[in-house]
């Protein structure tokens, strides 16, 4: 089993930053894709960005390509996204997810997924 805790999120002004942290805990997640995802308020949760096993692929939604980068440290079992040029349509509750098949990338299915952490952007 593997737990995921999602922190960094909170209110920032459009066109800020953050990151957001997703700390696994359990077993290490080194062999792992991992993946970010969204839901905004009255929508379906949608994908955000995958990240594989060693971190040398990844792969975005179109909608923030060139804003968000998603990184890992495995040494610390932790996957990061670091948001640029935020925008109130990035408000959401994001959520990190693991895919527990072994170095598979693209990832299969995602099986474990963290509580969330709210990104809120106002105008």
């Known amino acids: 089993q593997v737990q995921l805790v999602e922190s960094g999120g909170g209110l920032v002004q459009a066109g800020g930053s953050l990151r957001l942290s997703c700390a696994a805990s359990?077993?290490?997640?080194?062999?792992?894709?991992m993946g970010w995802f969204r839901q905004a308020p009255g929508k379906q949760r949608e994908f955000v960005a995958s990240?594989?096993?060693?971190?040398?692929?990844?792969n975005y939604a179109d909608s923030v390509k060139g804003r968000f980068t998603i990184s890992r440290d495995n040494t610390k079992n932790t996957v990061y996204l670091q948001i640029n040029g935020l925008k109130p349509e990035d408000t959401a509750v994001y959520y990190c997810?693991?895919?527990?098949?072994?170095?598979?990338?693209?990832?299969?299915?995602?099986?474990?997924w963290g509580q969330g952490t709210q990104v809120t952007v106002s105008s």
């Open positions: 997810a693991a895919d527990p098949s072994f170095r598979a990338y693209p990832p299969r299915k995602y099986t474990y």
């Open positions: 359990g077993r290490t997640i080194s062999n792992n894709a």
């Open positions: 990240i594989s096993w060693g971190g040398g692929s990844t």
